[in-house]
């Protein structure tokens, strides 16, 4: 009987699950367990359980192992003594990992703890953790750092301008929790809450312009919005996400620049200076940078003649500075050719594309008096009866000033209203009115008596006349009126209608080319006159209103008709005035008037105002000295009224120089003084541009005009003084008795012409340039012993001529005559008179004189003067007798005079006188000589020796006595 031993079999442990029931490990069942991913790691997420029957045995202990999981582990597994086995995250679960089925699992090994390892029992079961999603990841922006974008200001609405892109990493659970985590919402929410212009596609996180974005409207140039990105997350709730945007405005050329002042009214005086600053215009733009940077220019300039009419014109009356809008005056304006001047001034920004606006300154020309009143003729002629009682019309003066007057108010600074006065004329008398016998209405111009006529005092007044405007500075004229007192005619021919009216067209011609003269008529005057004889016959004349002459009245039957071609473009109206004329004495007249209407013809050329041009310059007148200038004009517009003046077959090139777009005149060479011509004769023609567009005809006008060169001639010409020339014997041919000096003071002497007049001045010839005076024949004693010949000397002024004259005296075959003065004692007795002794007495005695007596011979020359005597005066008291020695008498045989004297007592006996004197006298000069008588015979002789200098300028055998 051994003991009884019991052989166990071992169960193997098994699991038990919260069924209640034993699961061995071949059961195929399993735990399951629910867990969102963001469970904390540490998390017990499970409990196992098992039971091995072992009991308490060592092989009904068991120990839980994990055999399978996921790599890297995320779950551990902790056995605790009851049995149990304790499955705890150690790391995160993750349902977005867990694709495409949401759990793990882990299988579990359970075993018991028998003592031999080999028989050791073992069960497995596992774990299934399935993972629901919860919101645990924000939504990722793709460029945390913020979006930029530029775009222009007038971007489109609704279009969109950047898109925000973002993403969740959270995966959706469709139809279960979670199932909205990774869906996006997008808003602004910074940036654009004050006036809101931006809205943003919630789900796209596309963002557009929900409103303009004109930043001159808004103010804003760019925004930097806050983009709040959510998701749909619920558990534990939704996260989010920013992201700064900024939006930059680029400016848009979108808005026009716009004038602060628009559409003016400004005014300017006609003599303002070019660069005169007419003011400023000024535009704002309030786009930025080049959008707003602006620049001036005149689009248009228009003109408003004074007839009315408008032109715009393609050149520039005013300046406008492109950049500060400063206006100025690019050329003068013309109160008396247009009216106004209409700018159309243009602002344009230097966008892409440029945007402009314009704006009208219309400036009204101001009348400066600039225009000298005229008379309407040079001189006036005027008839008036004697004794016509006071304030009898004598005649009516007329006067034009082209000056318009001005349209402008008072507020140009020193204008005023005066320039309104421009064109108002006085009259006034300043001279010729002898008696004050005339008066004139200083506003109508009438001239009448004012004073008592009489023929037979004065037959013939020359009144002048003076015309002053009222502007400022007053500007007159002159003219002259000529009346002639004549006898009475008392009655003045009488119209039987004193005003009449017509109408013709302007090309009516008159002198059809190639064909015989066609006259349109018009009316026919008719008057009466109650005088008769000549005093009641009656003709007609056109007086006033016609100054072209394009009218024509029959002087006898008072038929007026036009003979000319009429221009209504320059005139469409004249109103002439018709004066019936009687052939009385004096001539009285009555005037009517004929209103002529021109009806209008297109076809205008370029008009002169004069109809020839007769100009005057002196012949002093500088470079550049303004002749005249030359004035026509054009009623058609545009090109076709613009002139161009210049010479045609003209005589005066590169004389004077004619401006062809003023058509002033000037001088072209330093000097007029001595040219070819006096008279330059020339043909001017004002040419329109007609043909600027090679289409169109040009059509011109021409005109003879004439400068005349006159001379400036205010000195005579300077001669040599007169001389005598003496020839002792004959004159040889071709002998240069002198060369006579004439010269011409005055600025533009062209030289003098010397002429030769004259008894028997045919005996010489005086060469007119060089004044080389020549014998042409011998000249002896047989012919002529004395010449007085006249030189004259003219010079060359062309108008007035001026000469001077001198005399030339030549005597041949003579000695020259030489006076002698004796004297004794040592001096003259005042009181004697004085001889010359003839020709007779030379070589013999001379005639006694007594002292207090005297004895006066014939001259030897043909006239006996004070300077050219003997003088014999004694002293102490005695005769004195001469003797003129025959060699000392004639000049020039010797230079010396030498006398023999005597002197003798009352009885005629020789006398001591102790010294004797002689004086020689020629032309105001004298030399002397003394000499001592005699003991026996009282008589000696006296040589006076002629100084050199009385010779001087003497040549040959002649001189100047």
């Known amino acids: 009987p051994f003991p009884a031993v019991f052989c166990f079999i071992s169960p193997p442990p098994y699991f038990v699950f919260d069924t209640g029931e034993y699961v061995f490990n071949t059961t195929p069942f399993h735990y399951a367990s629910i867990q969102r991913e963001n469970v904390p790691v540490g998390t017990v997420i499970e409990t196992v359980s098992a039971v091995d029957r072992d009991g308490s045995l060592p092989s009904g202990q068991v120990r839980f192992d994990i055999v399978d999981q996921p790599n890297p582990p995320i779950f551990n597994l902790t056995t605790t003594d009851s049995h149990e086995g304790r499955l705890a995250l150690i790391n995160s679960i993750d349902y977005e990992a867990r694709v495409p089925r949401d759990e793990y699992v882990v299988k579990i090994t359970v075993t018991d703890q028998g003592p031999h390892l080999p028989t050791r029992l073992t069960a497995t079961t596992s774990v299934i953790v399935t993972v629901t999603p919860a919101n645990d990841l924000p939504p990722v922006i793709h460029n945390p750092d913020g979006y930029n974008r530029t775009i222009e200001e007038d971007y489109p609405i609704n279009k969109t301008i950047i898109t925000i892109n973002a993403t969740d990493g959270d995966r959706n659970n469709p139809g279960g929790t979670g199932e909205r985590d990774n869906v996006l919402t997008y808003s602004i929410i910074d940036g654009d809450e004050m006036d809101p212009r931006f809205a943003i596609n919630s789900q796209t996180g596309a963002i557009y312009a929900a409103r303009s974005l004109d930043r001159d409207i808004s103010g804003y140039t760019s925004y930097n919005l806050t983009v709040l990105v959510v998701d749909g997350g619920t558990v534990p709730g939704p996260l989010d996400a920013t992201v700064s945007v900024f939006i930059f405005l680029e400016d848009v050329n979108d808005n026009r620049p716009d004038f602060t002042r628009k559409n003016q009214d400004r005014s300017i005086s006609e003599n303002e200076y070019v660069g005169y600053v007419a003011g400023t215009i000024l535009a704002t733009d309030p786009d930025r940078g080049e959008n707003r940077s ?5 689009k248009t300039t228009e003109l408003t003649y004074v007839n009315g009419t408008k032109e715009e014109i393609n050149y520039d009356i005013f300046d406008v500075n492109g950049t500060s809008g400063v206006v100025t005056l690019a050329s003068r304006v013309n109160r008396e050719l247009f009216t106004t001047v209409t700018v159309t001034f243009a602002a344009s920004d230097e966008g892409r594309p440029p945007q402009g606006s314009t704006t009208i300154y219309t400036y009204t020309v101001c009348d400066y008096n600039d225009n000298i009143p005229r008379f309407t003729q040079l001189e006036y002629f005027a008839n008036i009866v004697e004794n016509s009682p006071d304030n009898t019309p004598v005649f009516t003066v007329n006067a034009r000033d082209a000056d318009l007057g001005s ?31 005339f008066a004139i209405d200083a506003v109508t111009g009438n001239i009448t008596v004012n004073g008592l006529l009489n023929r037979e005092n004065t037959s013939l007044y020359t009144v002048n006349l003076s015309v002053t405007d009222l502007g400022t500075p007053p500007l007159s004229s002159q003219s002259v009126i000529v009346i002639n007192i004549t006898d009475g005619n008392d009655h003045s021919p009488v119209f039987l209608n004193d005003s009449l009216t017509a109408s013709i067209p302007e090309n009516a011609v008159s002198f059809p080319q190639g064909g015989a003269a066609r006259f349109s008529h018009l009316v026919t005057f008719s008057a009466t006159d109650n005088d008769i004889g000549t005093n009641g016959f009656i003709y007609y004349e056109i007086t006033a209103g016609d100054p072209d002459s394009s009218f024509y009245i029959g002087r006898k039957n008072g038929s007026v008709t036009v003979v000319k071609d009429l221009d209504r473009e320059q005139q469409g109206f004249y109103e002439l005035t018709i004066t019936a004329f009687d052939e009385g004495l004096p001539q009285r007249s009555t005037d009517a008037t004929l209103d002529v209407y021109v009806l209008d013809a297109n076809e205008e050329p370029p008009n002169f105002t ?78 329109d541009n007609g043909a600027f567009d090679g289409v169109g005809q040009l059509l011109f006008s021409e005109i003879n005009a004439t400068i005349v060169v006159y001379d400036v001639n205010e000195q005579n010409p300077v001669i040599s003084a007169p ?239």
């Open 294 to 298: 602006i620049v001036y220019s005149i």
């Open 407 to 437: 349209s402008c108010s008072n507020s140009l600074p020193g204008l005023g209203n005066a320039s309104n006065l421009n064109f108002e004329l006085r009259y006034s008398i300043v001279g010729g009115n002898v008696g004050m016998v």
């Open 610 to 687: 004069l109809p020839a041009y007769n100009l005057e310059v002196p012949e002093t007148a500088l470079l550049g000295a303004v002749v005249d200038v030359i004035n026509a004009t054009d009623t058609d517009s545009g090109e076709n009224g613009r002139i161009t003046y210049t010479f045609v077959n003209s005589n005066a090139s590169g004389v004077f120089i004619l401006n062809n777009r003023t058509g002033e005149i000037t001088t072209n060479v330093t000097s007029l003084c001595r040219m070819d011509n006096i008279t330059y004769g020339f043909t001017i023609r004002a040419a």
């Open 723 to 961: 001389q005598t020339f003496i020839y002792p014997s004959l004159v040889q041919n071709q002998t240069l008795i002198t060369t006579i000096n004439s010269s011409d003071l005055d600025p533009c002497d062209t030289g003098v012409t010397l002429s030769l007049s004259g008894v028997n001045s045919d005996d010489f010839s005086l060469d007119p340039i060089t004044g080389r005076l020549m014998t042409v024949r011998s000249l002896s004693t047989d012919r002529v012993r004395s010449y007085e010949l006249t030189v004259t000397s003219q010079d060359s002024g062309s108008f007035k001529i001026r000469q001077s004259t001198t005399q030339i005296n030549i005597v041949v075959g003579m000695r020259v005559p030489i006076s002698y003065s004796i004297a004794a004692g040592g001096g003259y007795l005042q009181g004697v008179p004085a001889f010359t002794p003839t020709a007779g007495q030379v070589g013999q005695e001379m005639t006694y004189f007594r002292p207090g007596t005297s004895n006066v011979v014939n001259s030897v020359f043909s006239t006996l003067t004070a300077s050219n005597t003997l003088r014999i005066a004694p002293d102490p008291p005695v005769d004195i007798r001469g003797q003129l020695l025959s060699a000392s008498t004639l000049w020039p045989d010797t230079r010396d005079v030498r006398v023999a004297m005597q002197s003798v007592d009352v009885n005629n006996h020789a006398a001591d006188p102790g010294l004797l004197y002689v004086d020689v006298v020629y032309s105001g000069m004298s030399a002397n000589a003394s000499c001592i008588p005699s003991a026996q015979s009282f008589r000696c002789v006296a040589q006076v020796l002629l100084p050199e200098t009385w010779f001087a300028g003497v040549s040959g055998s002649s001189g100047t006595a």
